[in-house]
């Protein structure tokens, strides 16, 4: 029954605290993404701490996140992210390095602090976009966004709620491949190790699980439909997700603070 | 307002037959009419056509007319024809699509553009009328399954539309989901406003509710129409001889009459037919019990205090089990008593704590899963999960050549078992291309060929009519017969008092009782364990003036034509009627 628990808790009215919840979803997406584009064009490191850290702010003051996900967002990961960049400036092409002091030798291998910050930049950008995209990530429902994009996009109804439906098979699949597992072991094909047995099962698996997708997703077609599903290009909305002056309030400040931090460090 | 169906054929895209084949009918305001036609004889696709998804969504061809407010299906939409017909379908998972039950009810109309005040306001009418106002908040999930039926029911009701049409509403359903079905649907066709379209093969749970009757036949001709006890009662017997089940209060009443006690009405429900005996001076003695196969010493299955915990709940609780050899075990409960687990355990699906289980000589949770096939063979409730192979009779060959038996022995065990399970004509077929039927006969044979001695079925009848039920349990019967210990997890309790020589009752993780059949179904555990007596029972149990009749479980039991009932009151043994 998790996987009701979780489809259920996706599809609740959202009241947890955080004023980040109430925004509308597409302001979220619209205030990060320059601010995530500019850190994947950009090879500066100084830009991805202070994007980074306003992103890290916004989560902190205003997602309403629990302790334990706040604890791995904000200090678990950084700590990994460390040490993958440590590792990526093993790949930094030694080129590229000559003259910076040398941190390690071994034989004639060396492994220089340029080489060190250059990955540790690195990761410093895709710890800094990862923490922007939780801006809207981690505080938006996905019936939210379906509604946003509804309203504020004019992306038509059938798209969103078709996404919708098609979110709700994830759980059922899930349970569905357990069971199917569960009888191919009893009919013996849980045999043999390596890469081929493991490929040979799971298309073992793939059959009956898209004969039985393939069917459910009839069945809910057909359920949709019997209930005047697309019947008039528009339907009643009796949720709205209106855009106030606030939605524009966090675009138009997280831009400026994205632009500056370009014209100030580049 | 009404629908008319004139002579309607259809033919599935890609197939040669048309099902059906000449239906002619009309559903007047207010009234409940039951389809019923043999399996295959098109139901299902003629209740789909009633709103139009034949043709409109299901690629087929229709000849004749389908009506619906003076407009023909197909020279409008579906979504127009939902203000009109509205469908509740066979499976509740397949129904949901949003997160919360008042916007569930809410989703039809929004559709249809009412306006949001006027939708919240339909969606509490329809929500009261099947008992779920209270749980709106709740997510649709977290609802058992007849309370997600009975959501569909309000989401059909919502819509606004003057029919209602529900296609095998309660096939997926234990007996407690059955009743609430019913019991919603018999609210809201009680203002006699409303027209219901059912297609149904548990008569019992349905009859009382349904008006008139329209049965087709086994090519999907239009057969019979009349009012319920027109078609069910005073043609019973015609009825029967299409194929088509009948009530057991009526089955019984037909066996009655070929031993000579005339039944006159026909009982249509359980309590009809304990007035019907009681009205009877005299009774013939019932036929004596089934004799029960005396517990072996060294019985086939035995569980010892195996208790499950899964995400912190205990599924199943200190469970001792034993399956005598040669018995068919049913394991009954309401949803989530524990009978899958239970059933998994003992075939070793899910590994059971070391030593609480011994099946057929070997611990399940020791015995590696090449060995353990050669003891216990698991069916699962849908056939196509256990189905690996891309012929028939490979599938049947797979655990044979997994235990490194030569081709000779493969060859000959595969001809046998083709023969047995009556595939041998599908040899080269691919198993996902059988019929349902014939998919579930395979699964079956499947975890036989390996030569287990205990056969382990989930569920084999969950969504099938008992037609295929009963072709089932004629299979397990023979395999019964030639040796195998069958334990089966199903909801069909008139299947289990008919079939069954043991039954367990499971409650909230708990064995309540486990015994023969008749004493188990004498007592009250069915009831305890929040399950309903199978139909006969309920009926013979009311009987008051024929104390030896109360007993009576089985239609086996039913003194019949052939020459036991009338020896029994040839040597005097009839039972007079209480003083």
Redesign the interface.
Known sequence: MSAAVAVARAWAPDVRPGFLRRLNPLAKVAATLPAAVLLVVWHEAAAALVLGGVAAVLLVVGAGLRPRVLAGLLVAAPLAAAVVGAALGLWVAPGTTTGSPVLVRLGSWTYTQAALVEGLGTVARLYAVLLLTSVGGLTTTGPDLVRASQQQLRVPYRVGWTALAAFRFVPRFGHELAVIRAAHRVRGTDTGTGPVADLRRYVGYAVPLLAGALRHAERVALAMDARAFGAHPTRTERYRVPWRHRDSALVATTWAVTLATWLLLR | MSVRVEDVRIRHEGRTAWRPDGVTFAVRPGEVVLLLGPSGSGKSTLA?AL?G?VP???PADLEGRVVVDGTATTST????L??HV??V?Q?P????????VL?EV???????????DE??DRAERALRAVGLWERRT??P??LSGGGRQRLAIA?ALA?GSPVLVLDEPTANLDPVGTQEVYAALRAVVADGTRAVVLVEHDLDAAVDLVDRVVVLDRAGRYALDGTTREVLADRAEEVAALGVWLPVATLAALRLRGAGVALDPLPLTAAELATALDACDELPAPAAAAPTPAAAADPVVQVRGLTVRR?GRTVLDDVHLDVPAGAVLALVGVNGAGKTTLA?AV?G??PPPRGTVRVAGVDPARTP??TL?RHVG?V?Q?P?????RGTVADELA??LR?QGADDATVAAAVEDLLRRLDLTAERDVHP?LLSGGQKRRLSVG??LVTGARVLVLDEPTYGQDRERAAELLALLERLVAEGTTVLLVTHDLQLVADHATHVAVLHEGRLVTTGPTSAVLAGTALEDAGLLPPPLARATRQVRRHPAWRAVTRLADLPHPGAPAAADRGAGATVGAGA
Do not use: K, W
């Open positions: 789909l709103d998804l409109h969504a299901v939409t579906v979504a127009r939902s203000e509205a469908m379908f499976d998972d397949a129904q949901v699509v949003t997160g919360t916007d809410c989703f039809g109309p929004e559709n249809l553009r009412v306006p949001a939708v919240l709740e997510a999930d977290a989401c819509l995400g998994q075939a699906v899910v899963p090449r096939v698991f699962f849908n196509e999960h256990q189905l690996v797979h655990g997994l996902f499947t975890a």
